[in-house]
């Protein structure tokens, strides 16, 4: 079984920047992709970021695209999500994920973080 546990979210100011973490353990695959995920208030969950196992493979939603970072660092297991010029409309629950390969749609996902609060304020 896989444990992730994301941290760094909170309440911040339009403009800010944020670092997300995200810390697996237990067995993961052999290989693996990293995703951020997130969602927020009456809305269904959407892709944010995802790193492949190599690092050479990123993706980025449109509305977070040049204000984000994805970045992993493989022998702690961990993704980073950093973010920049932080929106109102960024505020949500913020889930890391696991899976197979690098991939946008949640459904690629075989494990989920149980999420942190990341809240925007104008």
């Known amino acids: 079984q896989v444990q992730l546990v994301e941290s760094g979210g909170g309440l911040v100011q339009a403009g800010d920047s944020l670092r997300l973490s995200c810390a697996a353990s237990g067995r993961t695959f052999s290989t693996y992709a990293m995703g951020w995920f997130r969602q927020s208030p009456g809305k269904e969950r959407e892709f944010v970021a995802s790193i492949s196992w190599s690092g050479n493979s990123v993706y980025y939603a449109d509305s977070v695209k040049g204000r984000a970072t994805i970045s992993r660092d493989r022998t702690k297991k961990t993704v980073y999500l950093q973010m920049n010029s932080l929106k109102p409309e960024d505020t949500a629950v913020y889930y890391c994920?696991?899976?197979?390969?690098?991939?946008?749609?949640?459904?690629?996902?075989?494990?989920w973080g149980q999420g942190t609060q990341v809240t925007v304020s104008s």
């Open positions: 994920a696991v899976g197979r390969v690098v991939a946008r749609g949640s459904d690629d996902y075989t494990y």
